[in-house]
């Protein structure tokens, strides 16, 4: 008995499909028109509950004109029961014979079982409206055996998806690297502690004005001695005294080694910046400096007060008061310090450029577990 149910309803569902494509060949034939014609076909033209089916509108027309197909929304109907999906323009291909074909699909589906008759579809081709011939949907639920329920089996239990080497060897071997980057990132750390740094600052020293320093050397000397005129050993210290503030004056003023000239290379050396007056007096200086030195000479009563009198008088004839007082001290490293800066300078880089690199690991192999156990 079961064997003759299920032929007689193979036999049925035969018969219905024969049916089916019989009415859609009927349906499907094309309007001609000598201008244009619009032609639409459907398949499958028997689907279950939920699946979907294609509809193409193609039109046929002379090459130039405009053709305006039917358009619907997401979710709309067709015909009550049939959606619309969406809609696709396939584009536009040329014929032999001077026309061309462009073709629309439109993808619908349905979620009730019967036999749907979907009405023509109308394209304007050149402002006149053209009809396809309408088309038929056969909608099929499943079959249910009432008659046996205990065929019917309930919900499965979650299952585990199987290990697989393949999926998990990429995460593990970049966790080993991560591992790696990590050890060699701490023992650098651990070098950079312990390879002190060396702290060198710039440092700014205020130093006073050349003419400044001389002034006071001389007005010292001036207070603290005053030699007698038949003590020559006083006198020569006194005369060395003076023209060492002034050679060291002359120095930084005008910027040559004065300390390591002659009297008369000095003075040589000023005609072209200094008065002529106030070099005469100069010269006059050196000249009793070098014979009390020297020459052991004895010099005239107050001739060592106008001599030192002479002297800040070129000082302040000849100083400058926009020199500048600050000078900037930049640190000197020793060739050892040097490497051991270079070698910190190094780790720093290389302990900077290793956590980047683990952090970036550390993200993709949390992101390819998660895709995994997702």
């Known amino acids: 008995m079961k064997y003759i149910e299920s032929s007689k309803l193979t036999v049925a569902r035969l018969t219905s499909r024969l049916s089916m494509i019989v009415v859609a060949m009927l349906f499907t034939m094309p309007s001609f028109s000598q201008d244009a ?3 639409a076909t459907i398949s499958p033209i028997e689907i279950l509950i939920g699946e ?30 049939v959606e619309v999906l969406e809609s696709k323009e396939e584009g536009v291909h040329g014929t ?8 629309v699909t439109y993808t619908i589906t349905s979620f009730d079982d019967t036999l749907y008759y979907l009405p023509p579809f109308e394209v304007k081709i050149g402002g006149k409206v053209y ?9 099929l639920t499943l079959d249910v055996d009432t008659l046996h329920p ?13 290990f697989l080497w393949s999926e998990w060897k990429t995460p593990f071997w970049l966790s080993v690297l991560l591992l790696v980057l990590m050890i060699v990132s701490y023992y650098l750390y651990l070098r950079l502690r312990d390879n002190k740094p060396i702290i060198k600052t710039i440092s700014f020293v205020k130093r006073i004005l050349p003419h400044q320093r001389a002034i006071k050397e001389i007005e010292t000397l001036r207070t603290d001695h005053r030699p007698a005129d038949d003590n020559q050993e006083e006198l020569k210290k006194y005369y060395t005294r003076l023209t060492d503030a002034l050679r060291k004056y002359i120095e930084e003023r005008y910027g040559f080694s ?23 007096e100069l010269r006059h200086l050196f000249q009793t400096a070098d014979l009390v030195k020297f020459a052991k000479y004895s010099t005239l009563i107050n001739e060592n007060d106008a001599n030192l009198v002479s002297a800040l008088e070129f000082i302040n004839e000849t100083k400058r008061e926009d020199m500048q007082t600050v000078e900037v001290v930049q640190p000197k490293y020793t060739e050892e310090e040097q490497k051991s800066k270079k070698e910190r300078t190094l780790l720093k880089t290389v302990i900077i450029t290793l956590t980047v690199a683990s952090v970036v ?14």
Do not use: H, W
């Not at 032999?96 to 073709?103: A, D, I, K, P, Q």
């Not at 009809?131 to 909608?139: E, F, I, M, P, Y």
């Open 131 to 139: 009809k396809s011939k309408s088309l038929a949907l056969k909608v």
């Open 258 to 280: 004065a300390m390591e000239m002659t009297s008369s290379e000095i003075i040589e050396q000023l005609m072209a910046s200094a008065d002529a007056k106030s070099l005469d």
């Open 37 to 39: 014609s619009v032609e």
């Open 96 to 103: 032999e014979n001077g026309f061309v074909e462009r073709t």
């Open 361 to 374: 690991l550390f993200c993709y192999i949390v992101y390819s577990l998660y895709a995994l156990l997702d």
């Open 150 to 162: 205990e065929n019917f089996f309930g919900p499965k239990d979650v299952q585990s998806n199987p």
């Open 52 to 81: 979907q089916a294609k509809v193409k509108v193609k039109a046929t027309m002379k090459e130039g004109s405009d053709a305006v197909f039917p358009v619907f929304k997401a979710s709309q109907e067709i015909t009550p029961g």
